[in-house]
């Protein structure tokens, strides 16, 4: 199987770690990876007959530069080379999120599946803008369209409401979508300190980003709620039809009221079939100890659905970090090499 890897950030480099770290499990598999390309948005590396990835991981932890890659880097190898030599299976898409065009990723994702080239993507924003059109078109042309990072990474949201929830209408979806602000909540109401001290923390220890604005104002939890929408109850959703409220306003004193009453805040997303109208919603809520999600504590996550025949299904843990989403890649590829179809 012929890769192109496009986007070699924190994920990308991660991703071909594993393909090394995992080689003979993939050989186990049935899988012989050639990784053709690598590219960046400033050069990539082209070798016909595979990338030697151990020699380029060791390479790129001296020199952040492809083109100074001595086998086979330059800065003329960009997405066209890929387009036009047509000599890989599969485009793995790591490039950054743009949640208003899903650009550059939306073309690449698009070129890529009309080529017949199956394609795996990181990127939510082509996911969150054009699920159903892209998925059309990889049905289209006989290939897959592999997204489980785009939602939880590790968490397996995506495969398990497509296939444990197969033949099902789900009613409702809920779930504690992102471990940054599920951390955060858990400091404040174990360590009894404010939101922005435990933000600080979260930012000390690295589970919080430098701008965390996406997370802790409920932007990411948005954004994944409203592709786990799209995709498992045919909607075509946009992020304008969900009400966000972050937990940057949550105090001391809420989460010790919560706390006598023994319930727990958490930031949840939901998505609710109310008499056949949708209603997406991501708050901060007090949840009962019954609650499937009311035990979700520190980074963890996790998404239940509620269906008409198959009752709740509740998926939890999965790790975060740039390891579990590249993982949750290989995953994806493993699976299509199977024969599973995401694209029918």
Request: charged letters at 25%; proline letters at 3%.
């Amino acid at each position: 199987m012929r890769l192109a890897v496009v986007g070699f950030g924190g994920v990308g480099r991660a991703f071909v770690e594993l393909l090394v770290l995992k080689r003979s499990l993939l050989y186990d598999e049935g899988l012989d990876i050639k990784v053709n390309y690598v590219i960046n948005s400033r050069a990539g590396v082209y070798a016909p007959d595979g990338i030697d990835c151990a020699s380029l991981i060791k390479f790129i932890q001296k020199d952040n530069d492809l083109s100074h890659y001595k086998n086979g880097g330059s800065k003329n190898i960009n997405f066209d080379s890929i387009m036009n030599k047509k000599d890989i299976d599969v485009l793995v898409e790591m490039t950054p999120t743009n949640k208003k065009t899903g650009e550059p990723g939306m073309t690449y994702v698009k070129r890529a599946l009309e080529n017949g080239i199956h394609v795996i993507t990181s990127n939510k924003g082509p996911i969150m803008l054009a699920y159903k059109k892209l998925n059309m078109l990889a049905a289209r042309h006989s290939v897959q369209l592999g997204i489980g990072c785009t939602s939880g990474g590790a968490l397996p949201t995506v495969n398990g409401g497509l296939i444990d929830m197969a033949g099902s209408a789900i009613l409702s979806i809920e779930g504690v979508l992102n471990g940054t602000t599920n951390y955060i909540l858990e400091q404040m109401e174990q360590e009894g300190i404010t939101y922005h001290e435990a933000l600080k923390k979260a930012m000390e220890i690295g589970i919080a980003e430098a701008d965390p604005t996406l997370d802790v104002e409920g932007w990411d939890t948005a954004s994944k709620l409203l592709i786990l929408t799209n995709i498992l109850m045919n909607e075509e959703k946009t992020i304008e039809d969900v009400s966000v409220e972050g937990i940057t306003g949550i105090t001391p004193e809420q989460i010790e009221q919560a706390k006598q009453e023994g319930k727990k805040y958490k930031l949840v997303g939901r998505t609710q079939n109310k008499a056949g109208a949708l209603y997406m919603t991501v708050r901060p809520e007090k949840l009962d100890e019954w609650h499937p999600l009311y035990r979700i504590d520190g980074k963890n996550k996790a998404v239940r659905y509620v269906s008409d025949t198959l009752g709740d299904l509740t998926i939890s843990g999965g790790a975060s970090g740039v390891t579990p989403a590249a993982a949750s890649i290989l995953r994806d590829l493993i699976n299509i090499h199977r024969g599973y179809r995401y694209s029918r």
